[in-house]
């Protein structure tokens, strides 16, 4: 079955540190674009980042020089490494494949989420 | 970066209506657009992509249309399951992807 689980989220405070993970299974994460997106309480959709097939990164202003990409292939794992943290990073963060050009650069596969709190 | 604006922000409507949600892009994005499906507390589910195409084990009463900048998004005859929010996406202009910010579906 193709899926992706999260885990890693959390309290922190501002200022901290935290790391995601989202797990793949059924495909390769490294064959795929793979992206974050966080959706605040009661907002929207936001997508933040995203590692392409080859391995380059992009980011959304809001996150550029905080958050950063990462991945494993062995563990077939994606990884977000989120610094700097602030209040207005509280949000569930969802792991997706894509944008995938075999559904038109949509995003066809997501994860159940995990939730970031930053607060002291 | 590309705006995507979807109205209305909520529509009420009983089993069996018809609903139809708009999308409009800030610049035309030719056919290049997705919709999803997001319940409360779950992930988004893709339904729509490439402005019409259904994903697969999505129900046919499910339909898109448009191109340019202006889209919409056709639920043929409102199920209960269908209760949800709805969101557009551009995939034209990338990076940044941005997504519409919602349409709520709810029980009249």
């Known amino acids: 079955e193709v899926q992706l689980v999260e885990s890693g989220g959390g309290l922190v405070q501002p200022g901290g540190s935290l790391r995601l993970s989202c797990a793949a299974s059924g495909f390769s994460v490294s064959s795929y674009y793979m992206s974050w997106v966080r959706q605040a309480p009661g907002q929207g959709l936001e997508w933040l980042s995203v590692m392409y097939s080859g391995g380059s990164t992009y980011y959304a202003d809001s996150v550029r020089g905080r958050f950063t990409l990462s991945r494993d292939s062995s563990k077939n794992t994606l990884y977000v490494q989120m610094n700097s943290l602030r209040a207005e990073d509280t949000a569930v963060y969802y792991c997706a494949r894509g944008p995938n050009g075999y559904v038109s650069w949509a995003f066809d596969i997501w994860g159940q989420g995990t939730m970031v709190t930053v607060s002291s | 970066d590309i705006q995507m604006t979807q109205s209305p922000s909520s529509v009420s409507a009983s089993v069996g209506d018809r609903v139809t949600i708009t999308c409009r892009a800030s610049?035309?994005?030719?056919?290049?657009l997705a919709w999803y499906q997001q319940k409360p507390g779950k992930a988004p589910k893709l339904l729509i992509y490439?402005?019409?195409s259904l994903q697969s084990g999505v129900p046919s009463r499910f339909s898109g249309s448009g191109s340019g900048t202006d889209f919409t998004l056709t639920i043929s005859s409102l199920q209960p399951e269908d209760f949800a929010t709805y969101y557009c996406?551009?995939?034209?202009?990338?990076?940044?992807?941005?997504f519409g910010q919602g349409t709520k579906v709810e029980i009249k």
């Open positions: 490439a402005a019409s």
């Open positions: 996406q551009q995939a034209n202009s990338f990076p940044p992807w941005t």
């Open positions: 610049q035309g994005i030719s056919s290049w």
